[in-house]
């Protein structure tokens, strides 16, 4: 789907717009009913017990997971409207699982990222200096210069998290879907990489919907706050931002 947007709509539509939206996963029904709009460039935080439906729920914003009920609207900068399918390509996703080619460098899985924007020929002697250039600077601001050489399997895992996040960021996504990126860091560590993530929001008006269980930072980082629960109640709140 790639549609205007309707004349009638206010000057700034919501970047992502849930109506209604239930999903199932195994036979049960994770999220039921879920009504949410989202403006562009803000950092929401999802949060609930294990269970509860997170994963699922970015996947399907991702357009991975179909939903029974419900419907899924982005809108983009050139104020089209899309589907989840539609907007694939300008979604940035970090798993759990991270997908990282493990016998590959840091720099070069960050690199990675760049794909979209080059014919596969183009980079086969190597990517541009331009791209070049911001894979090291997404690698500087999130603390892993100096490994940007080393195999990603000789990474620890905080250190692999940080490359998948370069990554994402590399892409130049308008949105983009983190599932507990900071799990392995430390508080510190964390609070300096979310903190980067917040002004991507800010400077770049980049969305960010990014599941964390430290509700220390989410209090601290969280424009919005999404939380699922068990019984797939859901609850929206917006707070000040920081």
Same mark, same amino acid.
């Given at each position: 789907? *790639? ?9 700034? !539509? ?5 109506? *209604? ?5 195994? $036979?049960?029904?994770?999220?039921? *009913?879920?009504?949410?709009?989202? !403006? ?10 294990? $269970? ?7 996947? =399907? ?6 939903? !029974? ?7 983009c900068q050139q104020r089209c409207l899309h589907d ?12 759990? &699982?991270?997908?990282?080619?493990? *016998? ?23 990517? !541009? ?6 894979? &090291? ?20 895992? $905080? ?41 991507? =929001?800010?400077?770049?008006?980049? =969305? ?26 859901? $609850?929206? &709140? ?5």
């Open positions: 789907m *790639n549609r205007p947007a309707p004349s009638s709509a206010v000057a700034d !539509p919501p970047h992502l717009r849930i109506e *209604n939206l239930s999903v199932e996963r195994g $036979g049960r029904v994770l999220i039921r *009913n879920l009504s949410v709009a989202v !403006p562009r460039g803000r950092f929401i935080a999802v949060i609930g017990p294990s $269970g509860a439906g997170k994963s699922t729920l970015l996947e =399907t914003l991702a357009g991975m997971l179909p939903h !029974p009920a419900g419907s899924i609207t982005y809108c989840p399918s539609g907007f694939r390509g300008r979604v940035g996703i970090v798993f759990q &699982q991270l997908h990282l080619a493990r *016998n590959a460098t840091a720099l070069q899985n960050v690199l990675a990222g760049a794909l979209s924007r080059h014919p596969w020929w183009r980079t086969l002697a190597g990517f !541009p200096a331009a791209e070049q250039s911001l894979a &090291q600077r997404c690698l500087d601001a999130l603390e892993l210069g100096v490994h940007r050489h080393r195999l990603v399997r000789r990474l620890s895992g $905080g250190e692999q998290q940080r490359v998948a996040l370069a990554r994402a960021l590399v892409q130049q996504p308008e949105l983009i879907l983190a599932d507990e990126p900071v799990s392995q860091l430390d508080a510190s560590l964390a609070a300096r990489v979310l903190a980067l993530l917040k002004d991507e =929001t800010r400077r770049s008006a980049r =969305t960010i919907l990014c599941v964390l269980h430290d509700l220390a930072l989410v209090d601290r980082f969280a424009d919005g706050v999404l939380s699922l629960d068990a019984s797939r109640h859901t $609850g929206w &709140q917006w707070r000040t931002a920081s």
